[in-house]
């Protein structure tokens, strides 16, 4: 395991081993600023001695790939996880707008719909993605002197994926050509014919979401065709059909649009930053078989695949700061709905803060004001539930980014 070091301006410097970094804090030439990643700022002035240092990025939707490294040594080795539940909470957030607009508004005049949408905008929860890569960024470069760049942002073609000997015409005009809407599309497919009872003569026909339109959105491969009746009959219950969605191509949409978004916001804010291929990383990692995985491929990324690698490595998690939903979704008697905000702090504890249990490092997933908690490593592994808060000892306070050290 390496620290971290600063130096007095808050410059990072070569990270050094713990024998070096206890010596300089029992002589108080240094004093500790972060413990995870652990970090030391020295109380005198030096420039330090700095290498050429090279963080490979492998970004990703769901997972994020980092690697810092010199010609010789690895120096930074972790694996970024994201939120993916930002659609979720926008789609509640319209909901409730939409139904307190009802109660309040009913009768309120139509506006015309005059809304601009600026240039280079991003959906929300694509901009939240793009904005943990460089959010991580920039912690890395706070505490290693970081020179190059370079970054993995994959390409994907979801017309090949869908169907790999398209061509021609066919690959230039796309599935949905000469359709005005998506439902439109979707009863051609289907024939204009209820794919639910057999010989079904009902001619009024509906598009159904096999799964909801909040978790799998208004794809083609998401909907499909019933008539009204085995509509209704399906969503009270009296018919159940076997139906399964085709692949989603969710993941793959995001890269397509957050590959230059995100190469281009780091050429603003860095010098040497380069663009590397998926071939080419996995090219690298077989010829020095390696095993798969995110932070692997970022070790090729970087150029420096033959060198010493660290035993130690970070687990990160992105997790949400607040909670802003004001009131429980349950009306209670009277019309009342329940407040939803919890305490900031319950008997001194927070939300993913970390604690100590039983000589174990772990986070504080659930608090009750009773004082039990339940407390998690940070992949969700459950450690117990319903700890006392009095056999919990403070760590370190919750941040936006979570740390976890594994070997």
């Not at 990703?60 to 979720?88: C, H, P, Q, W, Y």
């Not at 339109?213 to 009296?238: F, M, Q, V, W």
């Not at 995100?262 to 095993?291: A, C, H, Q, S, W």
């Amino acid at each position: 395991m390496l620290v971290y070091v600063i130096n007095k301006k808050e410059e990072p410097l070569m990270p050094c081993s713990p024998a070096k970094a206890r010596r300089l804090l029992k002589e108080g030439k240094a004093k500790v600023v972060k413990r995870t990643p652990f970090t030391i700022q020295l109380l005198y002035g030096s420039s330090g001695y700095k290498q050429e240092v090279t963080l490979g990025i492998d970004a990703g939707s769901k997972t994020v790939g980092l690697s810092a490294t010199t010609d010789k040594k690895e120096l930074f080795s972790g694996e970024l996880m994201l939120r993916n539940d930002i659609v979720r909470l926008i789609a509640d957030k319209k909901m409730y707008r939409a139904a307190r607009r009802q109660r309040k508004s009913r009768y309120r005049k139509a506006r015309f719909n005059n809304r601009k949408i600026d240039k280079g905008w991003l959906a929300p929860s694509i901009q939240h993605k793009i904005q943990t890569h460089l959010t991580i960024v920039d912690r890395l470069h706070k505490i290693l002197p970081i020179t190059n760049i370079i970054v993995e942002t994959a390409s994907f073609d979801i017309q090949k994926i869908k169907n790999p000997d398209i061509q021609g015409v066919n690959y230039q005009q796309g599935e949905q050509l000469g359709f005005w809407n998506v439902r439109e599309y979707v009863l051609f497919r289907d024939g204009h014919k209820c794919k639910g009872k057999k010989d079904c003569k009902n001619k009024i026909l509906n598009v159904h979401h096999i799964e909801s339109r909040k978790t799998g959105g208004n794809a083609p491969n998401n909907l499909i065709t019933l008539c009204e009746e085995c509509h209704k009959d399906y969503h009270s219950g009296k018919l159940k059909f076997n139906l399964k969605r085709g692949s989603s191509f969710k993941d793959a949409t995001f890269m397509g649009v957050m590959r230059w978004a995100f190469y281009d916001k780091l050429k603003e804010l860095y010098p040497n930053v380069k663009m590397t291929y998926g071939y080419i990383t996995k090219n690298t990692r077989i010829k020095n078989n390696l095993p798969k995985g995110h932070r692997v491929d970022a070790l090729c990324i970087t150029g420096n695949s033959n060198i010493e690698r660290l035993y130690n490595w970070f687990y990160m998690k992105k997790v949400r700061r607040h909670n802003r939903k004001t009131h429980r979704a349950k009306i209670l008697k009277g019309g009342k709905r329940k407040l939803n905000q919890a305490p900031y702090e319950v008997l001194g504890f927070r939300l993913f803060d970390k604690v100590k249990y039983n000589n174990q490092e772990c986070f504080i997933f659930a608090r009750r004001e009773t004082g039990q908690f339940c407390v998690r490593l940070l992949n969700g592994t459950k450690i117990r539930d319903g700890v006392n808060y009095k056999k919990l000892k403070l760590v370190e306070k919750r941040k936006g980014i979570l740390f976890e050290a594994m070997t």
